[in-house]
């Protein structure tokens, strides 16, 4: 039996740094320019990334017993990415590899500052289907965590019904646009929505605006995260928590939300009060920023622990 299994997507990210690439915000998005036709750059980082990649090791380093639903090619990348888990002590046999396949990858461009421009091609990760979910292990792990799946209907049907049926298995969900967008669409209805914890960012939030009352009564904690500004926790439907953000310089916020999810989840699934799972969150996220990649700064149990008399929760 596992502690935590978690589902979505395997990614192979290239970080290039430099200090031509200019990031500045407009109308809510980055923006990206680059000085000179050849640039000179600071750094090219290849690690292994995606959302269900950076959880499931994020567990498995605060010492639970992990494993991965994730889907990839037969390819070097999808290597890269199995190596990196099991390394990690991340159960990988639940991991789908399609022939027929490529591996998804992202290119991420870093300025100066640490904001970033991402550039995606999913690949594999956006080819989960229902019957790539394994019914049985799922059903006898104490916990799911999924992030996003690219919208895939059939797979979250069929992960929400094992759900419903095995009272005894926690959800937490970290959505991405497609399935927030199947929400908005009335396509996936709040109530059949069976998560303990959803997590959004603020600008994932105003998707879902007008289910928003409905989401705070249905689901019994929402937390919001507003990058470095922190966040907000809704508790059985009333705003309970404030918090802050990380406070550490930012080299890459990529995995940022990833590893703030695991903190929470990993606090919450030890029975500890919604204050201490914000700040081991934010711990872990603080920690990961520090470096390029989403799974280098993860923290283990000893750290992410660890009381440096402050309060990010109030």
């Known amino acids: ?26 109308e809510g998005e ?20 995606g959302g269900a990649a950076n959880t499931a090791v994020g567990f498995s380093r605060l010492g639970f017993k992990a494993a991965i639903v994730s889907e990839t ?7 890269v990415i199995i190596h990196n888990l099991q390394k990690d002590g991340v159960d990988t046999k ?39 979910i394994p019914v049985f292990w799922l059903s006898k792990a104490r916990w799911v965590h999924l992030s996003s799946i690219a919208g895939r209907m059939g797979a979250l049907k069929r992960i929400f019904e094992l759900v419903k049926k095995n009272p005894d298995i926690r959800l937490s969900w970290n959505p991405g646009k497609s399935e927030l967008k199947l929400i908005a669409e009335g396509k996936i209805k709040v109530e059949d929505i069976p998560c303990m914890i959803l997590f959004l960012n603020d600008k994932e939030w105003e998707i879902v605006k007008k289910q928003q009352d409905e989401l705070i009564k249905e689901i019994p904690q929402i937390v919001i995260t507003k990058g470095s500004e922190g966040g907000e926790v809704y508790i059985h439907g009333k705003k309970d928590l404030r918090f802050l953000g990380a406070q550490a310089k930012s080299v890459d916020d990529t995995g940022a939300g990833d590893a703030f999810a695991t903190g ?51």
């Open 1 to 26: 039996m596992y502690d935590f299994i978690s589902i979505g997507s395997s990614l192979v990210d290239m970080f290039v740094h430099s200090d031509k690439f200019s990031m500045k915000k407009l």
């Open 30 to 49: 980055n923006q990206f320019s680059i000085q000179g036709d050849k640039v000179e750059i600071e750094s090219f980082v290849v690690k292994a990334g």
């Open 73 to 79: 090619g037969r390819d070097d990348f999808s290597d």
């Open 94 to 132: 639940l991991i789908v590899k399609e022939k027929k396949e490529v591996t998804g990858g992202s290119v991420i461009l870093v300025g100066q500052n640490g904001r970033r421009t991402v550039m995606v091609h999913r690949g594999a990760a956006s080819m989960l289907d229902s019957f790539d």
């Open 264 to 314: 929470y989840v990993a606090a919450q699934f030890l029975n500890m009060q919604p204050k201490t799972s914000v700040e081991w969150g934010v711990r872990n996220a603080g920690s990961v920023i520090r470096y390029f990649g989403a799974q280098t700064g993860l923290l283990e149990r000893q750290r992410i622990e660890g009381n440096n008399g402050s309060s990010t929760a109030r």
